[in-house]
């Protein structure tokens, strides 16, 4: 880029920026910009993106690191605000059932990773994935 043009640079940047916001969905929302989310669609993005990585690790309590436990406090944190936030598009009281089912699993795994209990860690993750299927069966 010559340094002549400066307002060039600029626009290349803000469009390069524009393309990007359309095109990448909310996927990487944390916790604390999840009460602005503005569908369900976007909130299920932000729970999927955090939690599916860790679903994976469901069984494998004894391989366990700090790390692993940081990223579980993570989960905990971002589904306790997608749980609670969930319910602005509600579907009914199954629907809010499973919301709070969700929230119970998101307590539940926060208190096991700030013990790092593994074998807590892991059933709190399956039960959490259970809940994610139960409601996608009942009210997708
Ligand atoms: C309270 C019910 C409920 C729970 C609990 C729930 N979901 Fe969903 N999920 C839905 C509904 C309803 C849709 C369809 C949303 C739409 O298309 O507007 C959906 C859609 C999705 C989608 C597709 C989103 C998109 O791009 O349109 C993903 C991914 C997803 N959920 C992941 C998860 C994960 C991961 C969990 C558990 C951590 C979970 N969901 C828990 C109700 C739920």
Same mark, same amino acid.
Request: aromatic residues 2%; hydrophobic residues 45%; contains cysteine.
């Given at each position: 880029m010559p340094k002549s043009s400066?307002?060039?640079?600029?626009?290349?940047?803000? $469009?390069?920026?524009?393309?990007?916001?359309?095109c990448v969905p909310h996927r990487d929302v944390p916790a604390s910009e999840v009460p *602005? =989310?503005?569908?369900?669609?976007?909130?299920?993005?932000?729970?999927?993106?955090i939690a599916d990585p860790q679903f994976k690790k469901i069984g494998d309590e004894a391989k366990y690191t700090d790390a692993d436990y940081a990223?579980?406090?993570?989960?905990?944190r971002?589904? $306790?605000?997608?749980?609670?936030?969930?319910k602005d598009f509600t579907k009914g009281p199954a629907f809010d059932g499973f919301?709070? *089912? =969700?929230?119970?699993?998101?307590?539940?795994?926060g208190k096991a990773?700030?013990?790092?209990?593994?074998k807590a860690s892991s059933a709190a993750?399956?039960?959490?994935?259970?809940?994610?299927?139960?409601?996608?069966s009942s009210q997708r």
């Open positions: 400066p307002i060039l640079a600029l626009v290349v940047s803000s $469009l390069l920026s524009l393309v990007s916001g359309a *602005k =989310l503005t569908s369900l669609s976007d909130l299920m993005d932000s729970q999927a993106t990223a579980f406090a993570e989960v905990s971002r589904i $306790l605000a997608t749980s609670t936030k969930s919301a709070d *089912k =969700l929230h119970g699993t998101a307590e539940a795994l990773a700030e013990a790092k209990d593994g993750l399956a039960a959490m994935k259970q809940v994610c299927k139960d409601c996608h």
